[in-house]
């Protein structure tokens, strides 16, 4: 499994002025490209950093086989870039030019621009991709009503609309795409992105790029998102008797399902019949249920785990079921700390309460932005947290090691021993998800085709051999 997620940015110097996003993105990767001549590397845990486009700046989890391990990482991240982030403050003050940078962990900005979060699930390659998209997209349609970021949506400048209304929506996302699979990503986002690029061994796997989700700050609700994926995944895998839920009009569906706060509005099904959000994915969760009670447990040596336990999924049906209870009754306090949009609209409905103000007040579209900051002090997220109004999941000193330290358990540990050992040598590398290089005339190259090994004796003589001083 893993994550790729793009950040918004921005950064302002003072109430009138700012820099643009190109500007202030090359000044956050500026020691890089000066290190590396590159604005895309791997980092010494293995992930992926880069500036893509639009001036975003994106981490790529490394490759990671358990729910935790995934939070870890992703949190890492975020941490990552938080720290780039202040180093780039002081060289502006160096500089005299000052001002603050922000990263935003969210998925759309004040003009109605969108960037994305998306999931990678290694999933067998004799799992039919059309049939395992016809069960997969009800459930990702009407996912949002657990993993939403939620979003106080606006009209958008560029694209008027006299029917629009403004007002908060459970997914920063359901706007945003327009088909249900694609091989595009940004010219026509769809849900599921099809470009078969495996990063592994073609033959017999299949990596499923999921692209509708939302960037979560709930490390909480974050397990819940990609948790509950992991198990319809691997009840589609086992040939699980699901429900036809396949809809008539998908696009459509997710974005009335984004303003139905009962979950109740009726979804027309392609065969004639209606389901509810609530419905479908009541569905799923109870299958899952019943699909954890007779999963095995993987097996767990003294690395650790070799995929997810199932000590890490039961928190995650419990709260699944625990949420869609909610919308029976209306009351969202029991996941009030738990769910994302839930911690952000009822922290809006308190503000806008307090102050009497409407759903267009430029107040509360601000304070829809500042949840998303990454930044440990400013982010209202984070002083929610703080306050007992909201839960994290992974001990800080767990994403504090992952910043540095490649997941034990997948072929991401010889990525990540092989770049501090070419680092710390200076020596000449090419590296991609699968592939290892030593450059020059007398180099090697190595291809690591299976992402469950950690333990490879051609990559351990390109280590030695760099320890030596004999590589090019």
């Excluded at 004639?272 to 447990?297: H, M, N, V, Y």
């Excluded at 767990?398 to 540990?413: L, M």
Aim: glycine letters at 6%; a negative charge; hydrophobic letters at 35%.
């Amino acid at each position: 499994m893993g994550l790729e997620t793009e950040y918004g940015i921005t950064n302002i110097l003072d109430s009138t002025r700012r820099l643009g996003p190109d500007e202030i993105a090359r000044e956050l990767f500026e020691p890089i490209t000066r290190e590396f001549r590159s604005s895309n590397i791997y980092t010494n845990n293995a992930s992926r950093l880069y500036l893509d486009v639009g001036a975003h700046p994106e981490i790529a989890t490394a490759e990671c086989d358990s729910l935790h391990q995934l939070i870890a990482y992703d949190r890492a991240g975020d941490l990552t870039l938080h720290r780039m982030a202040l180093e780039a403050e002081q060289r502006l003050e160096q500089r005299g030019i000052g001002g603050h940078v922000f990263l935003l962990k969210n998925n759309t900005d004040t003009l109605g621009n969108s960037y994305g979060c998306h999931e990678n699930y290694l999933i067998g390659r004799d799992v039919p991709l059309k049939a395992l998209s016809a069960q997969l997209l009800p459930f990702l349609i009407t996912r949002q009503l657990i993993a939403g970021a939620g979003k106080l949506s606006m009209p958008s400048a560029g694209a008027p609309n006299e029917n629009f209304e403004p007002g908060f929506v459970m997914s920063q996302r359901a706007d945003h795409v327009w088909e249900g699979v694609s091989s595009a990503t940004t010219r026509s986002r769809p849900i599921i992105n099809t470009r078969d690029e495996p990063h592994a061994d073609s033959s017999r796997y299949r990596r499923l790029h999921i692209i509708v989700g939302d960037s979560n700050m709930s490390e909480v609700t974050t397990a819940l998102k990609v948790g509950s994926t992991l198990l319809v995944l691997e009840l589609i895998e086992a040939g699980w008797d699901l429900p036809d839920y396949e809809m008539a009009n998908e696009i459509r569906s997710i974005r009335d399902i984004a303003r139905d706060f009962t979950a109740t509005v009726p979804i027309k099904l392609r065969n004639a019949q209606e389901a509810t959000p609530l419905e479908i994915q009541r569905s799923f969760c109870e299958a899952s249920k019943q699909w954890l009670s007779q999963r095995p447990d993987p097996p767990a040596d003294e690395v650790g785990f070799r995929g997810t336990p199932n000590s890490q999924l039961e928190p995650v049906v419990e709260l699944w079921e625990r949420t869609l209870n909610c919308f029976d009754t209306g009351d969202f306090t029991p996941v009030a700390t738990e769910i994302d949009w839930v911690i952000k609209k009822t922290l809006m409905d308190r503000i806008a309460a307090r102050n009497n103000l409407d759903a267009t007040d430029p107040r509360l579209v601000q304070v829809d932005l500042t949840y998303h900051d990454i930044h440990p002090d400013r982010s209202l997220f984070n002083v929610l947290v703080k306050r007992g109004f909201a839960q994290r999941l992974i001990e800080p000193g767990v994403s504090e090691q992952a910043i540095t330290e490649p997941p034990a358990t997948t072929r991401a540990a010889l990525r990540g021993h092989f770049l501090k050992k070419a680092r710390a040598t200076d020596t000449s590398i090419t590296v991609d998800w699968m592939r290892l290089k030593i450059n020059g005339e007398h180099g090697m190259e190595t291809v690591l085709a299976d992402p469950f090994s950690e333990v490879d004796e051609r990559v351990d003589s390109m280590i030695a051999l760099m320890e030596t001083g004999c590589a090019p």
